[in-house]
């Protein structure tokens, strides 16, 4: 019998997911992809509105008007599936969409698409196989844009919904009395609006150092509040540095750590996301479903519990469309048998014996699911046990290459032109 997949989403992840079900016909039917809005790319499908569609439902992207790319192209591409090689290094997100859309073509993903369909509720359920075997299938449920709910069952769920569209704003105290505007980057689409302006933004990770450069090439006097290490590297004319805003008093006036005080016409959250699964019920699953955190997750993928529901592209700080491919090849290898996992008490007691260690070490809770440098052990062990190819050495050496530059040339970074001369190697192109 072939395997009935349901893909909830049909940005990068689950595109990704798309293109290799379609890939694996003999084990799986073609994939049932659900998508809430009426475009395939998710996050990078631009769209000016903020709040929410038509429909009522929430504007799903955060992505910005002016926005490049914050990787190169030759790193962020699917293994499989380069950029168009006449384009530079760093792209406007337009072409990022067109890439997605060009992807979807190539692998005729599109016929799969239900597109305006939002999945409502993803139910496990207890069946007994033929063979006397328990197994669990899923009930998708899921409205199409005239209201018509319908409920499916299928064998497997991948959740591709993505996680940048839910706001994360920490506690100020007092933040009430501030008498300007608040807002989060989720709905910063310009800079125009700015202009003249004095903005206190907070956060000062991509989004955070990247929008106070759009602010301050617009006139606007940007005060960048952060908690981490300052920066060392000149930043350009009207940002200036502050410690984390800790308060704000009955006057509406915004209190640093270090103590100082000062006024702003903004406060801009730039403070990142949190998960949100309106559509799962954690306990249901086994699951801690937390504003920063999902846990436990084995692989950080699946509840030990359910391993055939898999989270695509959950981890932070990672290559997303490298990540992803090996996470969606790891996945089918589970479903189609050909990777044998442990039972459910030890993938358990790995997940939380990682977990324990990492917070022995001192990482916050919230920061647990940042993966940073352990991202490439953690591709390399997927495609060793599934037995795919592995992720190119370049990949890694190019992505940290870029990196180290991002921190020291924010600015200017994506004015470099890189080009893969081989498995092992880049060169910077003049
Ligand atoms: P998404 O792109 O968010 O797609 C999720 C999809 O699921 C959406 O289409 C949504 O409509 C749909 N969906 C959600 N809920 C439901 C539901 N209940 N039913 C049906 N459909 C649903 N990555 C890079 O590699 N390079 C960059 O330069 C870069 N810059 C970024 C800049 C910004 C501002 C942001 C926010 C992210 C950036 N990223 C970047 C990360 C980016 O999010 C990933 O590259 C990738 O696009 C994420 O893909 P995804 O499929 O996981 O999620």
């Given at each position: 019998m072939l395997q009935r997949v349901a893909v909830i989403g049909a940005g990068a992840a689950g595109l990704c997911a798309a293109r290799h079900i379609l890939s694996r016909l003999n084990s799986f039917a073609p994939p049932v992809v659900f998508e809430l809005t009426d475009k395939v790319g998710g996050t990078w499908c631009y769209d000016e509105r903020v709040g929410t569609y038509d429909n009522g439902l929430p504007v799903h992207s955060s992505m910005y008007r002016d926005l490049k790319t914050n990787l190169p192209k030759e790193v962020m591409m699917f293994p499989d599936y380069p950029f168009d090689p006449k384009l530079n290094s760093f792209l406007p997100h337009q072409e990022v969409q067109r890439y997605l859309e060009?992807?979807?073509?190539?692998?005729?993903?599109?016929?799969?698409?239900?597109?305006?369909?939002?999945?409502?509720?993803?139910?496990?359920?207890?069946?007994?196989?033929?063979?006397?075997?328990?197994?669990?299938?899923?009930?998708?449920?899921?409205?199409?844009?005239?209201?018509?709910?319908?409920?499916?069952?299928?064998d497997s769920v991948f959740v591709c919904s993505g996680h940048y569209s839910h706001p994360h704003t920490p506690d100020i105290p007092g933040i009430e009395n501030f008498k300007g505007k608040v807002l989060h980057s989720h709905v910063y689409r310009y800079a125009e609006p700015f202009s003249g302006q004095s903005v206190v933004v907070l956060g000062?990770?991509?989004?955070?150092?990247?929008?106070?450069?759009?602010?301050?090439?617009?006139?606007?006097?940007?005060?960048?509040?952060?908690?981490?290490?300052?920066?060392?590297?000149?930043?350009?004319?009207?940002?200036?540095?502050?410690?984390?805003?800790?308060?704000?008093?009955?006057?509406?006036?915004?209190?640093?750590?270090?103590?100082?005080?000062?006024?702003?016409?903004?406060?801009?959250?730039?403070?990142?996301?949190?998960?949100?699964?309106?559509?799962?019920?954690?306990?249901?699953?086994?699951?801690?479903?937390?504003?920063?955190?999902?846990?436990?997750?084995?692989?950080?993928?699946?509840?030990?519990?359910?391993?055939?529901?898999?989270?695509?592209?959950?981890?932070?700080?990672?290559?997303?469309?490298?990540?992803?491919?090996c996470q969606v090849q790891f996945a089918l290898a589970v479903l189609d048998g050909s990777v044998t996992l442990p039972s459910v008490a030890q993938m358990e007691d790995e997940v939380r014996r990682e977990l324990k260690e990492k917070v022995e070490q001192g990482v916050q809770?919230?920061?647990?699911?940042?993966?940073?440098?352990?991202?490439?052990?953690?591709?390399?062990?997927?495609?060793?046990?599934?037995?795919?190819?592995?992720?190119?050495?370049?990949?890694?050496?190019?992505?940290?290459?870029?990196w180290w530059q991002r921190r020291v040339h924010p600015e200017n970074y994506r004015r470099l032109n890189y080009r893969l001369v081989s498995d092992t190697q880049w060169e910077l192109i003049e």
């Open positions: 060009g992807y979807c073509q190539s692998y005729n993903i599109l016929p799969h698409i239900r597109f305006n369909t939002v999945v409502e509720s993803v139910k496990p359920v207890g069946m007994t196989t033929e063979g006397g075997e328990s197994r669990t299938t899923w009930k998708v449920t899921s409205s199409d844009p005239s209201g018509h709910r319908k409920t499916e069952t299928f000062a990770k991509a989004s955070g150092l990247d929008i106070s450069i759009e602010l301050a090439k617009v006139g606007a006097q940007v005060t960048l509040s952060h908690g981490r290490p300052r920066f060392t590297f000149p930043l350009p004319p009207g940002i200036r540095q502050s410690s984390p805003a800790v308060a704000v008093d009955e006057d509406g006036s915004i209190h640093f750590q270090d103590g100082s005080v000062g006024t702003a016409d903004v406060l801009m959250f730039c403070t990142g996301y949190n998960f949100k699964y309106q559509f799962l019920d954690g306990a249901e699953l086994g699951l801690e479903i937390q504003d920063q955190l999902v846990s436990p997750l084995y692989r950080f993928m699946m509840p030990p519990a359910f391993p055939s529901l898999f989270f695509i592209g959950l981890c932070k700080m990672i290559c997303p469309f490298p990540n992803f491919n809770q919230r920061h647990l699911l940042i993966m940073e440098q352990n991202q490439w052990e953690y591709c390399q062990t997927l495609a060793r046990i599934a037995g795919f190819p592995p992720l190119a050495p370049v990949v890694r050496s190019l992505y940290e290459e870029v």
